[in-house]
């Protein structure tokens, strides 16, 4: 089997937060499945618009990747994945997962890659091809992604509002390669039916015309849930501009893979690497 091995060397940064200063040997086997992200809303880390999706940092660690914001720069910068997973979990246990396929034109490309130089860009094609979820599963009618269908898109910009990943079944405002708009009264040519309901993870509702956070990050948030919630956010890990604590629904995790298009079912519990058979059956994991 064929594998590719690469050794991160470089010290990792994070802006404040927990980090490792080496990076561990990755071995990418064409059917395993490997973590990219990790979001948690409520950890004291704002994982929004701005921060770490087009950067190539690592953000936290690996003993606390499924616990806490997680960042793999390894993984992030790694090209020729075919399969994107999201994962909703309770404490590294899966609750709900959607599996879905990039576009072939993506496969060249790295995660950073696509967040440094797409914007507005759907992703994968033909909606998800797995759709698991717990029948225990709760707050599943505004979920940002459990509760829409459609494909996965990144960086999609309007007016002056930030989301770095999004499903295009859910409320889309209309996307501008240039904002146009008077930073001081907030007026601007956006669309007032859509502009303020996008949802999604990494998002910010200040930016300047170059995508850069205005008045210190105070309108960021890092996991928004769909239009009909009362609170859009979720948990603590927001700007000072939200006030008040959001509902958790969990933690989300990101998965890539070469070859597998399987993703194990609700109940499993997690790790950094899941190794699947050419059946996509489950292997012994690492």
């Known amino acids: 089997m064929l594998s590719i091995v690469l050794i ?3 010290i990792a940064l994070a802006r404040g937060y927990g980090y490792d200063y080496e990076e561990r040997k990755e071995t990418f086997e064409p059917y395993s499945w490997h973590l990219a992200m990790n979001l948690n809303p ?8 701005s921060t770490g999706w087009d950067e190539e940092v690592f953000i936290g660690t690996y003993a606390e990747a499924l616990k806490k914001d997680f960042l793999n720069r390894v993984v992030w910068r790694q090209g020729e994945w075919k399969y994107i997973a999201i994962v909703r979990h309770q404490a590294g246990e899966v609750d709900a997962v959607k599996v879905f396929k990039f576009q072939p034109k993506q496969w060249d490309w790295s995660l950073l890659e696509m967040f440094q ?7 994968t094609e033909g909606g998800p091809l797995q759709e698991s979820i717990s029948a225990n599963a709760d707050n599943l009618e505004d979920d940002p992604i459990f509760s829409v269908g459609g494909d996965v898109a990144i960086n999609w910009n309007n007016d002056d509002n ?10 889309l405002a209309e996307v501008k390669e240039k904002i146009e708009r008077d930073l001081f009264s907030g007026s601007s040519n956006d669309d007032v039916d859509t502009s303020d309901k996008t949802r999604g993870f990494g998002n910010d509702f200040f930016l300047d015309q170059f995508g850069n956070s205005m008045e210190n990050h105070k309108w960021g ?14 948990g603590s890990d927001n700007g000072e501009a939200f006030g008040q604590k959001g509902p958790v629904y969990g933690n989300y995790a990101i998965y890539v893979s070469h070859e597998a298009d399987r993703f194990p079912n609700p109940g499993y519990k997690l790790r950094l690497k899941v ?3 050419s059946s996509n059956a489950l292997r012994q994991e690492l």
């Not at 409520?42 to 618009?49: S, T």
């Not at 930030?162 to 409320?171: D, E, K, N, P, S």
């Not at 948030?221 to 979720?234: F, G, K, L, R, T």
């Open 275 to 277: 190794d699947m058979k």
């Open 8 to 10: 991160g060397l470089a």
């Open 117 to 123: 130089n797409y914007l507005g860009t759907v992703v």
């Open 162 to 171: 930030g989301h770095r990943l999004v499903l295009t079944g859910g409320i």
């Open 42 to 49: 409520e950890d004291g880390h704002v994982m929004d618009y």
């Open 221 to 234: 948030h890092e996991i928004s849930n769909q239009v009909e919630s009362d609170n859009y956010w979720q």
